[in-house]
């Protein structure tokens, strides 16, 4: 038995004045995408290496000053002691890069082929994302669903509303939209500079503009098609409520 009458309602969790899917997810986006400071040190890396790709054709120095770039910011992140997630993970895309360049390598591949093979991990990762959004909905547990669930203290009971779940499945789809895009594109380039169907140095540079113009424009235009969206919503979070 407790001292607390029965009838006495529950405490709500607090929410940092939080009072909508809408805000909580928009929150959480802010989060993820590190504001514009982390969005730039994402896109920094890329951007210097497909430029000094296309005109050096340098596959060793575009490599390299990627990778100091990247560098660079984490060393200017450490000494303001700010969150370095970011920059790592830019490192961590350059880093898969250059290991499926040295494998083209090993292969005896052409420097053309290495630069191809520096796109394959990008085309990979944006269609395996592209799967699991799409799967997530498919399954009625959409991806960004968990993104209010880890704000409300609940991770499923988001789920129990049906007006939260299918506003969460049309922002998890429009997640997908540019990693599907990204595909739709850029593999076929890719496959026809592999099989040389198109000039190899005709392919890579097409992958290094697109790389860059369907890199954080088209993400952009994505999340303000989900900020639209938000914008014209309020649905109610639901807290969760301590057990007897």
């Given at each position: 038995m407790t001292d607390q009458p029965v009838d006495e309602p529950a405490p709500s969790v607090e929410h940092d004045g939080v009072e909508t899917v809408e805000a909580v997810v928009?929150?959480?986006?802010?989060?993820?995408?590190?504001?514009?400071?982390?969005?730039?040190?994402?896109?920094?890396?890329?951007?210097?290496?497909?430029?000094?790709?296309?005109?050096?054709k340098d596959l060793r120095t575009a490599l390299t000053v990627s990778i100091g770039s990247a560098l660079v910011l984490l060393a200017v992140r450490l000494v303001q002691r700010s969150s370095v997630q970011f920059v790592l993970n830019a490192l961590f895309g350059i880093g898969i890069g250059a290991l499926f360049v040295r494998i083209s390598a090993s292969r005896g591949g052409s420097a053309d082929d290495q630069a191809l093979?520096?796109?394959?991990?990008?085309?990979?990762?944006?269609?395996?994302?592209?799967?699991?959004?799409?799967?997530?909905?498919?399954?009625?547990?959409?991806?960004?669903?968990?993104?209010?669930?880890?704000?409300?203290?609940?991770?499923?009971?988001?789920?129990?509303?049906k007006q939260v779940v299918r506003l969460c499945s049309l922002l998890?789809?429009?997640?997908a939209v540019p990693c599907a895009l990204r595909v739709v594109v850029q593999a076929p380039i890719w496959f026809a500079g592999k099989s040389g169907a198109i000039h190899a140095d005709s392919a890579v540079a097409a992958l290094g503009i697109l790389k860059i113009a369907m890199g954080w424009p088209l993400q952009l235009a994505a999340l303000a098609a989900m900020v639209w969206v938000l914008s014209r919503n309020h649905t109610p979070v639901e807290t969760t409520q301590p057990t007897a």
């Open positions: 928009r929150a959480q986006m802010s989060k993820a995408l590190g504001g514009r400071r982390g969005m730039l040190e994402a896109a920094v890396p890329t951007i210097v290496f497909t430029v000094l790709w296309l005109t050096t093979a520096y796109f394959l991990p990008g085309i990979i990762y944006n269609a395996g994302y592209s799967v699991l959004l799409a799967f997530t909905c498919l399954i009625g547990w959409p991806l960004v669903g968990f993104m209010v669930g880890s704000v409300t203290g609940d991770a499923t009971a988001w789920h129990r509303d998890t789809w429009l997640l």
